[in-house]
């Protein structure tokens, strides 16, 4: 199996987790965005120094994948492409800020140093967020959370739809690769002299399938909305049990957000 067909499976998988357990579960998809959107905005706000905050985070984000039976290990190994780019982001902090914080023996702690760890830190609970919130609701409980926040449909629908096609555009990708191989001369990858005329073809293909996934939604009644959600996850869904659960996390996030609890914890031992 190549790299293709392994990204094709893990969003074959993600879908499926999703759909079963948005189907399981009695709380809204919008409660779920919501305590995300807020953990995100907390994590956010930490100053580039405050890596101990920071670290208080990954509490909440522990306890909701133990809570939720989501592999964090399984989530980092698919996410490993972004994190890799996350971890770039502050990676020259380190020669611009080079004032002394802590002194460990011969080994020097500069404030570059924490702040690109913190700037790491924030990039990698942001994406491990996504992930959990996409496992537990997927894309369409998202789309369905936006259209509640009254996010205009023509943006929803057109993320939902680039998501859809994704799938699609990964197989034709791959058809079109496994041609070139068979027809080429063998080795690995596609030739730099070949780049142009098989980007262009790969255009050409997606726009003659976008057309063809468009004309199939009209002849089936399609009028410009979705229905994100079915009738077994609205019967479900509690209302009282969605304001619980945005009412406790939002509680907590607060808690892990103003208040040194790793500070507090350790004047304990002292």
Not at 118 to 129: D, I
Request: some cysteine; overall charge positive; glycine content about 8%.
């Amino acid at each position: 199996m190549d790299r293709l067909e392994r990204a094709i499976a893990v969003l074959h998988e993600m879908d499926w987790e999703s759909g079963k357990r948005s189907s399981d579960s009695c709380i809204s998809p919008f409660s779920r965005f919501i305590v995300t959107l807020f953990f995100m905005i907390g994590v956010v706000s930490f100053g580039k120094y405050e890596l101990t905050g920071l670290l208080q985070m990954v509490l909440f984000l522990l306890v909701v994948c133990v809570w939720e039976n989501i592999s964090i290990i399984q989530g980092i190994r698919r996410c490993r492409i972004l994190i890799v780019l996350v971890f770039f982001v502050g990676i020259a902090n380190p020669f611009f800020d080079r004032t002394v914080a802590v002194v460990f023996g011969n080994f020097a702690v500069t404030y570059g140093m924490i702040s690109m760890l913190t700037l790491f830190l924030k990039g990698l609970l942001t994406v491990c967020a996504a992930y959990v919130l996409m496992i537990q609701i997927g894309m369409e409980g998202i789309c369905a959370a936006l259209n509640t926040l009254c996010i205009p449909k023509a943006a929803v629908t057109m993320l939902l739809l680039m998501y859809r096609y994704l799938i699609v555009f990964l197989k034709e990708f791959q058809r079109m690769s496994q041609a070139y191989r068979l027809r080429g001369r063998g080795g690995r990858g596609i030739h730099i002299s070949a780049w142009g005329s098989f980007a262009g073809h790969l255009l050409l293909r997606s726009i003659d399938r976008a057309n063809e996934v468009s004309d199939s939604m009209k002849l089936r009644g399609y009028d410009g909305s979705f229905r994100y959600e079915s009738e077994r996850i609205r019967e479900r869904t509690s209302i009282p049990y969605s304001v619980l659960y945005v009412v406790c996390c939002s509680a907590a996030l607060i808690l892990l957000r103003f208040v040194p609890i790793f500070h507090l914890v350790g004047t304990l031992f002292i």
